[in-house]
């Protein structure tokens, strides 16, 4: 039983967590859910002794030291935590580090790799593998030092709906083995499964209960940051008519709680507005194997989503599109002009790649600087972005790298907008962000798409954009297999499985839905 | 995004050179570097040329990778053979003895590229690592850190792959906004890769941190079980071999 009483923690100024009380017991799966910077990740390192609370204690089976032999600790980002270039040495790390005997080691390490299912990929190159497998090879390398409890901070934020599926068919098994869990999501449908859910906000823990009461607590979904997400109110919908969540998310579980006139309560919006031409026709781009299209054709008015599995060529597209790489064969024409770099706005994930300034002023004022306009308009175009996107002026003097991460990318969007570039491409925008944060970003996506601005979205997270969106353009193997309407896509699980992935939840639950009322 | 093969990078594979302990291949190619320096010419030099065929063949390496791995290093090479071969002091001509001179240690500097690019092409980093620890062991007496220096050879050798791909997205973010970064003389082109370095310190320095929280929480604290078992009779023969025909070449 881990048992946090009364911790406090400060890392300096102000309590980070503010009496704060909790338990996990063995065998037990725990949620901790809750806004960034509420507290959830300073928790979670209480829990295996890498930080000490101020007042109060920390117990794990009793003892208050050398708890990160007992609880491991799983990251959101595999890449910040596998050590070595090969998996079957990355898996030893641990083991290793225990002064275990050399046949030992060896024996978790196989032990480990086949918990996790990823037998055959002892010998590869870790930087060879897929988010998914790199995911998995971190928890082999958790599992192999034989924790009694586990702590999973967020760790299917980069992974698409399959891996998500492989890497929580891995933890039920290690709940159904004994082993405790305390996971931090902000994924509703991490509630499935759960003994508890516990809500943290400002330091403190703000609600506790079954997931089941959370969901049909309105007040408790949106303290969860769960408000503006569609997945969680066909859940909660389902959960007041007595949907049980002991079970694994499935959709036609969930869908026999429904009827079809709730699909509207899950929110279906349209935006109309005179879309700018933008184009991709008959693209075709070759570098070596791993980097190749051919033959891409598409309509990119409104707001694109571009989905494909891993080595798709996802991203060498979302680059062509932004002009800074040129296609071999065909076009990319914006307002009929072809592309070139600087016209077409492009932003990644982490704001930090690509800011670079001193200031924020400086940052903002780069594009229309480097584009050779009067400092006059300049200053015009920075005032008028930090507007749009909600920067304050007080500060343009801060340097952007010490700004909150929502801060910081707001910073890179204006950056982006000041340039007048006309269209955006976003490289994966949402991966690790917080219910409240994604809910801000897809504003401001919104934003631009009303503005009459094209824009396109690659992402694994394509739920909960196909309500804002135009059209969806399925990839496989650097080739469109489909570009078709969002509201088509968005009931159409065939559609994901035909291109190797798998249907978001709340696709699948539309779908059972509008089949159901066929049937009927 | 594009990755080129680098000469020397390890290419995953089952050659014989490939399943040999990498404690017994750093030894080799210890013994072969200092032998190829002190073997006599010709006839010592065939040798260790005869032993880089051998090596090359036994890890399926092209020549061609050698010549590639030489290039960086093409300009200083030319020029030191041509420095030795024309005397421009006192009476200006041109020294066959000189160019001899030249050309041998070109030969030299070839063959112990083309043994290093045999070691590195089929041992992973960490086999690295481990090997450098077990060799350098008996440091450890006289208080070298020695687990800490193979985890850090490790750790970069791991870096490199992700920093390629952290460069590559931060420039394409700034291309995106307007950036000239492959334009313009070599001073502008510097302040375009300045530009990229501060993103690029400060994610690394973030990703460092974080890693070394990640090594904390897996109980690192420096000392390791070593994974590689003793040597087979196998890898000692070969071994024995090696030096044997290295001591020979350098005697010649």
């Not at chain 1, 694109?304 to 002009?323: D, F, I, M, Q």
Request: proline residues 5%; charged residues 20%.
């Amino acid at each position: 039983m881990i048992e946090v009483s009364d911790a406090c923690f400060s890392y300096g100024e102000g309590d980070v967590l503010d009496h704060v009380s909790l338990s996990v017991g063995a065998g037990e799966r725990v949620v901790l859910l809750g806004a960034n910077g509420s507290g959830k990740s300073t928790l979670s390192r209480l829990l295996n002794g890498s930080l000490e609370p101020t007042s109060g204690n920390v117990l794990v089976d009793g003892r208050t030291d050398g708890l990160a032999r007992l609880v491991g600790y799983v990251r959101q980002d595999p890449r910040n935590q596998i050590v070595s270039s090969v998996v079957l040495d990355e898996v030893a790390f641990g083991p290793r580090n225990l002064g275990l005997s050399r046949e030992e080691v060896l024996r978790r390490v196989d032990e480990a790799l086949d918990a996790c299912g990823i037998g055959e990929l002892r010998n590869r190159a870790t930087s060879e593998l897929s988010g998914g497998q790199q995911q998995l090879v971190a928890i082999a390398g958790v599992l192999a030092m034989r924790p009694r409890y586990l702590v999973l901070d967020e760790v299917g934020a980069h992974l698409d709906v399959a891996a998500r599926g492989r890497v929580n068919e891995v933890v039920e098994r290690l709940v159904g083995s004994g082993v405790g869990v305390l996971e931090i999501a902000h994924d509703p449908l991490a509630l499935f499964g759960a003994a508890r859910a516990v809500v943290m906000e400002g330091g403190r823990v703000a609600w506790q209960g079954t997931p089941r009461e959370l969901l049909k607590s309105d007040d408790a979904r949106a303290r969860a940051g769960f408000g503006e997400d569609s997945v969680a109110r066909a859940l909660s919908i389902a959960a007041r008519r007595g949907l049980s969540l002991d079970l694994r998310p499935e959709p036609h579980a969930v869908a026999r709680y429904l009827v079809r006139e709730d699909a509207c309560a899950f929110g279906q919006s349209h935006t109309k507005a005179l879309f700018r031409p933008f184009l991709a026709s008959k693209m075709a781009f070759a570098r070596g194997s791993h980097f190749s299209l051919r033959d891409v054709s598409l309509d990119l008015r409104g707001l694109t989503l571009v989905l494909g599995p891993s080595g798709s060529g996802k991203t060498t597209l979302a680059r062509l599109l932004a002009g800074v790489m040129s296609p071999d064969a065909g076009d990319v024409l914006l307002d009929g002009r072809p592309v070139r770099a600087g016209r077409v706005g492009l932003a990644f994930q982490r704001p930090g790649d690509q800011l670079f300034c001193e200031t924020v002023y400086d940052d903002i004022a780069y594009g229309p600087r480097a584009r050779g306009a009067s400092e006059r308009d300049v200053d015009a175009a920075v005032r008028a972005a930090a507007a749009r996107l909600g920067v304050g002026e007080e500060l343009f003097d801060r340097s952007p790298f010490d700004l909150s991460g929502g801060q910081m990318r707001r910073v890179a969007l204006a950056g982006v907008v000041a340039c007048e570039s006309g269209a955006y491409v976003f490289d994966e925008p949402t991966a690790g962000l917080d219910g409240p944060s994604r809910a801000e970003l897809r504003r401001l996506v919104h934003g631009l798409v009303e503005g009459g601005d094209p824009v396109v979205l690659v992402t694994h997270d394509a739920g909960e954009w196909l309500e804002e969106a135009t059209s969806v353009a399925f990839l496989r193997d650097g080739a469109v297999v489909q570009q078709v309407e969002a509201h088509v896509a968005a009931s159409s699980p065939e559609l994901f499985v035909a291109v190797g992935l798998e249907a978001p939840f709340m696709v699948e639950l539309r779908a059972e839905l509008e089949g159901g009322a066929e049937h009927a | 995004m594009l990755r080129p093969r680098v000469p020397g990078a390890y290419a995953p594979g089952s050659t014989p050179l490939h399943r040999l302990d990498p404690r017994v291949k750093l030894m080799m190619l210890l013994v072969a570097t200092v032998a190829t320096f002190a073997a006599p010419a010709p006839l010592g030099l065939l040798m260790m040329t005869v032993g880089l065929a051998a090596a090359l063949v036994a890890s399926r390496t092209s020549p061609a990778t050698v010549l590639m791995g030489l290039r960086p290093a093409a300009v200083v090479l030319a020029l030191s053979v041509a420095s030795n071969a024309l005397v421009l002091v006192g009476q200006p001509g041109f020294s066959p003895d000189g160019l001899v001179r030249g050309a041998l240690v070109v030969c030299r500097i070839a063959l112990v590229v083309g043994f290093a690019l045999s070691f590195s092409s089929t041992t992973p980093p960490p086999a690295i690592a481990d090997g450098l620890a077990a060799l350098m062991a008996p440091l450890r007496r006289v208080g070298v850190p020695v687990g800490a220096i193979a985890m850090s050879a490790s750790v970069a050798l791991r870096f490199i792959p992700l920093t390629v791909e952290e460069v590559d997205r931060i420039r394409c973010a700034q291309r995106a906004r307007g950036a000239l970064l492959d334009e313009g003389g070599p001073l502008r082109r510097l302040r375009g890769w300045g530009q990229v370095l501060v993103p690029l310190v400060v994610g690394l320095f973030r990703r460092a941190d974080e890693l070394a929280s990640a090594m904390t929480d897996r109980c690192y604290t420096g000392e390791q079980t070593a994974l590689l078992g003793p040597l087979a009779r196998r890898e000692l023969v070969v071994l024995i071999g090696a030096v044997a025909w290295a001591v020979a070449a350098a005697l010649l």
